[in-house]
């Protein structure tokens, strides 16, 4: 049976199940979320409104056997930044979408009353029912009850407390095969699906086929060899990131200078070393957690860990390079222990930990708490979790917080928070996170490949040559990869490697029956951009918006690097 | 002596008097104010940074005996819009700074550190001195301490508790002629003076001449004498102003069904009578107030007041209709006395009254407090003062407030508060709301002369026909108005009496020996609006922000009007 759009309007509590319109037909992940948001939500909306949609969509290779192409698309009009936005993450949700047929669940519409929804998606449609015991709960008693009921098989979409209060910095939480949360991390996606009252979204796939069908079989399982050989033998992707997870880049980009140490007054953190991924790997080891995880299943690179306490109990997993950067270089805190503890809060409550962990050192430069203060960081991550008046505004993101006490040194494009790697130091990312249609975001466009971990070549990070085009080239490849439900760190090897491209288009083709080239990727890159850009224009945004903060021009130590882009040369980025 | 403009560098803190240059000589008010802005201040810059500019500026007529001509205009870059902003005020200081030949006073820079400052300008140039015995003071405090010192003559302008933690929407405060407090209120400018660390101004004219000089004697007085007539004949500027001050409106606006009740719920409040105009009247005269009150020497029409409480000890004054409406109709509170406390508390934190009372409205609507409850408001007001985590938040503003707590139904156009005239039952005042440079205010537009008092003709306000043209005349001419330094409300006499606005050209022509015409006073206006207009587009706002709020899409009682202009037709605005 072809795949369909499941579409559930939360206005009236109806659903319908449509074809997908032929345009579509070729488009997954972010190229379909991004399309039906582009062609179906007016750009002026209000976010929280009841014209804004909510869109979910597996990649165009999820349910495959392909290496880890599990992850899912989330796409809205973000009350974050008020720009379109996707967000992408692993879980189980993308592959039992992808088995169930369904191309796309879409959310409109708004209920009226106060009252909190749940929605149960099988492959006969959508049931609608009132939820009120889990109301309040944080995203882990809503797994927790979901296993309990006989559901651990069933995919999970939950928000916490933070996504029912609608705010900025909420998130939305996928369950992953262990009963263990990924994040739909960025932009307030979580606030959309509060404004629209759905708690959660159980995925029964009971009676879905147990992978997608595949046009050529075996053309698929040589090139998914193919293709997974590129990913084991590449040094990041194959080893890197399994030993250490993606903190092992603590060192490395300290190392650099570019690791943004206090709200970004330097790029390095004298205490680098004990927030490291070495340092993380060397205590899991020790305590018998786990140093490999995969987020999703057919996961070869397994960055993801279970980290546990001196007891052996588990306390985080997906614990993250970014997440890691903000609470200790940014907010100067080195205590793994206590990052770890806040990284579980987080996830519980459902706030993307980049922009909450940013915001609390935004809080430090207003004084609410002293840089280094680990327990008041915890104290002010409950205020958030209880929804005081403090907590509301930390809930807020960094950019409300910094309006709130009048601050000018506040780290963010479009008011989304700039992630870990400082534009100073590193001209490539300054660019992505001026110029990529999402708000500042390190994966729309990661230059760190190229600047700092020479993959796919070298442009010197401290120049300004050349950043424009690596930014503008690795964002559309990126706009591509986040299309076909593949994980963003396969670029390492695609960058690298000449076998891996061409492998994920000959699984594409082998999968739809199509005969698409390695030209026609790029090219659904460049229209999935365009369409992005085109959204936000209408939305309000000039190239006025693609600016870094002014306190950039500030030197920033070890190489007193600033930013130094003329508006001109920025804007360049959109000319193809 | 020719006049002069005095500069000071709040980074360094120097002081520079330079020679007006030919380009600003034929302007003041706002025309100066935002051509200083537009020439000096980068549009995307931070509006708390050290790159902004804060520019005071008497009006073309301000020092001279024409009536009502001693507005001070303020403009910046405003925290709280991110467009170019221009306030006026009554007070002193607008007379002040004419007579001393001060064509405009600007602040730039920022100091490193956390201290405040305190100026003094004389005709020799400014004092930068340390200060620190005032900071934390409300502004009647400030204006006590000068008065002890032996500065009653001395103009005063000052921030309170709001701007010193460059809360969005804190106002400049101006001394007016018994002590009081008149308000730069709108745009939160309050804030751009604090981040300069600027606690206050004092101006010593000491030695300055009484009146500024006039090119022809004779023919000032003639026209001066016209234009009082004009005012004094005419029945808003003559008459009902004075007798009820502003908040006459509350039930000629109830009446037509436009005043917007419980946030924008409807357009009639059942209480409307215990906050009129005719019930303070009575009040004040019963208790032995004044009904009449200037806020400047040279006013004829006495729309301020003295309003004392039960005992006959003064509260406040300057008691206006737009805080009436917004604590009154807006948040269900219906007891003037508390209104008239409210009132004062916000002066004297320093607050615009008009973002504060919506601000407290939409924290109603988010639950924080009940709509109709006056002592929760003013526990609310005390929270802003103390500057307690949700104080922050509201005295942050509409905007910010609503998305702290993640509503819709937020009542801002480029995030300032709509004021007190529903958009959908009077549309001309809808359209103002869209398209002035400003943020949604009434001043800049003042349809309601046309749409409902029936000045200068009548545009039904209901139908959507006329209503672009109206409100393009009248920000034009309001455009031009501010620019002399007369206050606003003259525009009623202007509309309705031919003499008027020739008497004003002539009173130009008389006090600087040109030779304008009516023609040409239209073109400042014309040329005032497209530099503002030319700076928010370099800042990075598009006909996308001259929208407002989707809520507006719901009918308004007891008309079922709705907002139904097309985006087109909005924009047609701009076609001039």
């Known amino acids: 049976m072809a795949d369909r759009i499941f579409r559930v309007n939360m206005g009236d ?35 929280l409104g009841k014209y804004n949609k909510l869109v979910f969509a597996p990649g165009l290779l999820s349910g495959t056997r392909a290496a880890n192409s599990g992850r899912l698309s989330a796409g809205a009009k973000s009350p974050l930044t008020g720009t379109i936005k996707e967000c992408n993450a692993g879980g189980t ?59 651990k098989d069933c995919g999970l979409l939950t928000i916490g407390q933070a996504g029912e209060r609608r705010q900025l910095a909420a998130n939305i939480s996928v369950k992953d095969p262990d009963g263990k949360l990924r994040s739909l991390g960025r932009g307030g996606l979580g606030a959309v699906m509060g404004a629209k009252k759905v708690k959660y979204i159980v995925i029964d796939a009971a009676g879905a086929p147990k992978t997608v069908p595949l046009v050529d079989e075996e053309k698929f399982k040589a090139a998914a060899k193919t293709f997974a050989r590129a990913l084991l033998d590449h040094p ?93 270089a940014h907010c100067c805190i080195d205590d793994l222990d206590l990052l770890a503890q806040a990284d579980s809060i987080m996830d519980d409550i459902g706030v993307d930990s980049i922009e909450m962990s940013v915001t609390i050192g935004v809080a430090m430069e207003a004084g609410i708490i002293e840089f280094g203060d680990g327990p008041g960081l915890l104290r002010l991550l409950n205020e958030v979790k209880e929804g005081t008046p403090l907590g509301r505004i930390l809930g807020s993101g960094a950019a409300v917080t910094g309006k709130v006490y009048g601050l000018t040194r506040v780290p963010v494009v479009k008011n ?101 080239t390695v030209d026609d990727v790029t090219a659904l890159g460049t229209q999935v951009l365009k369409t992005e850009h085109a959204f936000n224009q209408a939305a309000g945004f000039t190239n006025a918006h693609d600016r870094l903060p002014e306190f950039f021009e500030e030197p920033v130590p070890p190489h007193n690097a600033v930013w130094d882009f003329s508006d001109e040369e920025i804007d360049a980025f959109w000319n193809f």
């Open 13 to 47: 509590l109806s659903v319908k199940i449509e074809d997908v319109p032929e345009a579509w037909q070729g488009l997954g992940g972010r190229a379909l979320t991004s399309a039906i948001v582009a062609a179906e939500v007016k750009p002026t909306c209000h976010p």
């Open 93 to 151: 949700a993308a592959q039992l979408f992808a088995r169930m047929g369904i191309k796309a669940l879409i959310l409109e519409g708004m209920p009226a009353g106060d009252g909190f929804y749940a929605l149960k998606v099988t492959t006969d449609g959508v049931e609608i029912k009132p939820e009120t015991e889990l109301v309040g709960a944080g995203n882990f008693a809503v797994i927790e009850a979901l296993e309990k009921s006989g559901g």
């Open 236 to 328: 990041v992707c194959g080893s890197a990131l399994g030993e250490y997870g993606t903190d092992v880049l603590i060192n490395i980009v300290n190392e650099v200078g570019a690791l943004p140490t206090r709200n970004f007054r330097s790029g390095q953190f004298d205490q680098h070393e004990m927030i490291s991924g070495e340092k993380m790997a060397a205590m899991i080891k020790e305590r018998g957690g786990k140093t490999k995880h995969g987020c999703h299943a057919g996961c070869v690179m397994q960055c993801s860990q279970v980290f546990v306490d001196r007891d052996g109990n588990y306390v985080t997993s997906g614990f993250e390079y970014e997440t890691i950067w903000a609470m200790g």
């Open 416 to 516: 989304q928070a700039i992630p870990a790697y400082d534009p100073r130091s590193v001209k490539g990312i300054g660019i992505t996170y001026c110029t990529t249609t999402m708000g500042a975001d390190h994966t729309a466009g990661y230059t760190i490949a190229t600047n700092i971990l020479k993959c796919g070549g070298f442009v010197d990070p401290l120049s300004k040559e050349g950043q424009v085009e690596l930014s503008r080239n690795l964002q559309i490849a990126t706009a591509a990869v986040d299309s076909t439900g593949l994980c963003i760190f396969v670029a390492f090897a695609v960058l690298d490697n000449e076998a891996a491209l061409p492998a994920v288009v000959d699984m594409l083709n082998a999968r739809f029956g199509t005969s698409l």
